[in-house]
């Protein structure tokens, strides 16, 4: 069974950064696609970014574009997601995903997902 854990949310001002990671386990973690969600309260779980199997090909939400990076290794069996320019609404909490084959493929359902790191943006 694939486990997925991730790790290094937290409070940060407004402008700030943050890197996440997520840890998996249990699997083939270089044969799959990789991604992030967030759930903002009371708002609807949202994609955030994905990364091929290989790290050759990402993919991102509109919102995500020029501020936050997705990346993989492979051999730690590792993603992460650095997030710079923080801003509130980017408060939510971030889930990391396994997808169900190599490669992204638009809104696709992923297969396995982590419990979450919250992440808070004040003002």
């Known amino acids: 069974q694939v486990q997925l854990v991730e790790s290094g949310g937290g409070l940060v001002q407004a402008g700030g950064s943050l890197r996440l990671s997520c840890a998996a386990s249990?699997?083939?973690?270089?044969?799959?696609?990789m991604g992030w969600f967030r759930q903002a309260p009371g708002k609807e779980r949202e994609f955030v970014k994905a990364?091929?199997?290989?790290?050759?090909?990402?993919y991102s939400a509109e919102s995500a574009k020029g501020r936050f990076t997705v990346s993989r290794d492979n051999v730690k069996n590792t993603v992460y997601l650095q997030m710079n320019s923080l801003q509130p609404e980017d408060t939510a909490v971030y889930y990391c995903?396994?997808?169900?084959?190599?490669?992204?493929?638009?809104?696709?359902?992923?297969?396995?997902w982590g419990r979450g790191t919250q992440v808070t943006v004040s003002s």
């Open positions: 995903v396994q997808y169900r084959g190599r490669y992204y493929e638009n809104s696709a359902s992923p297969e396995y």
């Open positions: 249990g699997g083939t973690f270089s044969a799959y696609a």
């Open positions: 990364i091929n199997f290989n790290g050759a090909g990402t």
